[in-house]
């Protein structure tokens, strides 16, 4: 039997919905059913600049002073 029929399968069976996600234009953002937005991670300009970003907001806390607790 094929995974991905045995997996739709199980799934009808224990009455588990994925949520039905749409791909924007430009293959950046994901859509789900309900309108809420977030970045496609799959895409490698996506997963780049969010490392990225990560990276930096990670070298600026290391630049704030550390406040110990007197």
């Known amino acids: 039997m094929n995974s991905s029929r045995e997996r739709n399968l ?5 009455g588990i919905n994925k949520p039905k996600v749409k ?16 970045s496609n991670y799959d895409n ?5 600049k ?4 990560i990276s930096m ?3 600026m806390h290391s630049l704030l002073p550390a406040y110990e607790d007197n």
């Open 10 to 14: 199980i799934e009808k069976a224990f």
């Open 23 to 38: 791909l924007s234009r430009n293959g950046k953002l994901l859509i789900d059913e309900h309108g809420n937005v977030r």
């Open 44 to 48: 490698p300009e996506v997963r780049a």
């Open 50 to 53: 969010i490392e990225s970003q």
């Open 57 to 59: 907001q990670a070298k």
